[in-house]
Every structure is written in structure tokens, then in C-alpha cells.
């Protein structure tokens, strides 16, 4: 099922298309999503900005037709094992706390782990996948299971798929399969101090 943007969002100042293009559907074929396919869209994310060119992300994942598939679906809550259980790929994404030049923490880990995900999602979306960021999952056993070491955070997950039908969706789903609107730009941005 295709998806009108302009039925849903309208930009305030022109932008590339891509940029309303991105949305977070949960409707997904379960086709695999190839190796190659995956490499281009952590290819996307290693070329974001980062903090002394740090980049502190790394991406663990797991192929649906793999034996590590349930070890990463069974961190999810049951509310995103629903839909998610369609995904082609899913990934935990991990940032490193610290500085790798001096050991020093490193306060924008987090922000920068953010701009390779953001790169990951724009790069699926001109490559026509779907890509939905998860915060609802088991964060520590995430740690646990996947061996993640103390000096890096646990993120976020993120489900990779080719699109699907929404129709197949739970009936509350498919309510909310559309793209989202935003504040608008005079309600982000501010010419100096904080207002208020």
C-alpha cells in the first residue's frame, strides 16, 4: 500500500523530499532483507558527523532467518513483538561512552549514535525499506545477551523491512499507520535566549 505524504505532512520551508518521506510505519512483508541491503544502510550511517570523528555507534543485529533472530526478538515488549515479528532485520544500537583518543567521557555519544541512525533511516527510505526505532524493549538484558560492554550504552532497536500490508496489522495498528506531523518551525527554533 502506498502512502500520500502530502496527505499528511506539508513542510514550512522547502526540503528535500526524503525528509518527509521518512516515517516510521510498522507494516512489514517479512521478506529478508539482504546482506548487501544492510551494508549499504550501515555504509549511510558510518559516514555521519561525530565529536572528534569519534563515531561512537555500533550496530548489533540479526537476519530473521538466523539463529540469533529470537535472541534479539525476545528483547522487545509484547506491544512491538506484534508488528515486529515482520521486520526482515533487527538491530541494537550501541554507542561507546567514552573517547577512544584519551579514555575521557564522551558527552555526545548518544547524539552522534543519533545522526548514524538518522542516516540508517534516510538511506532505507530512498532504497524504498521501512525502518521503525524501538525504545521499548529490555535494555539490560539486551546487555546481557548480547554481550555489549560496560563502556557502551544501549540505544535503541530498529526494525528493517521491505513495506507490507497494513491491512494485516491489529485492528489499533492500522489506526496509526500513517506518517506523523511535527511542531512547526517557530516552535522549535528561537532567536536567542530561551523563551519564557
Not at 533472530?69 to 509484547?78: G, I, M, P, T
Not at 561507546?96 to 540508517?120: Q, R
Not at 563502556?151 to 528493517?160: G, L, T, W
Amino acid at each position: 500500500m502506498s502512502i500520500d505524504i502530502a496527505q499528511f505532512r506539508e513542510p514550512n520551508y522547502p526540503i528535500q523530499r526524503l525528509f518527509l518521506e521518512r516515517w516510521s510505519p510498522r507494516a512489514m512483508s517479512g521478506e529478508i532483507i539482504t546482506t548487501d541491503e544492510l551494508n549499504t544502510l550501515f555504509e549511510a550511517a558510518r559516514w555521519a558527523p561525530s565529536c572528534f570523528n569519534e563515531q561512537p555507534w555500533r550496530f548489533l543485529y540479526a537476519h530473521r532467518d538466523s539463529d540469533e533472530w529470537s535472541l534479539f526478538f525476545d528483547l522487545l515488549v509484547e506491544a512491538n513483538q506484534i508488528w515486529a515479528r515482520d521486520a526482515g532485520t533487527l538491530i541494537v544500537a550501541v554507542s561507546k561512552l567514552t573517547f577512544s583518543h584519551n579514555s575521557k567521557p564522551n558527552a555526545s555519544h548518544s547524539l552522534d549514535t543519533g545522526a548514524a541512525w538518522e542516516n540508517l533511516a534516510l538511506q532505507a527510505t530512498s532504497m524504498g525499506l521501512v525502518t521503525h526505532g524501538m525504545a521499548g524493549f529490555d535494555y539490560e538484558k539486551a546487555r546481557i545477551d548480547l554481550n555489549i560492554p560496560n563502556d557502551f550504552a544501549v540505544e535503541m532497536m530498529i526494525a528493517i523491512g521491505k513495506p507490507g500490508d497494513p491491512a494485516l496489522l491489529p485492528e489499533q495498528l492500522q489506526e496509526r499507520e500513517y506518517p506523523s506531523s511535527r511542531l512547526s518551525t517557530s516552535e522549535i527554533s528561537f532567536h536567542g535566549t530561551y523563551p519564557g
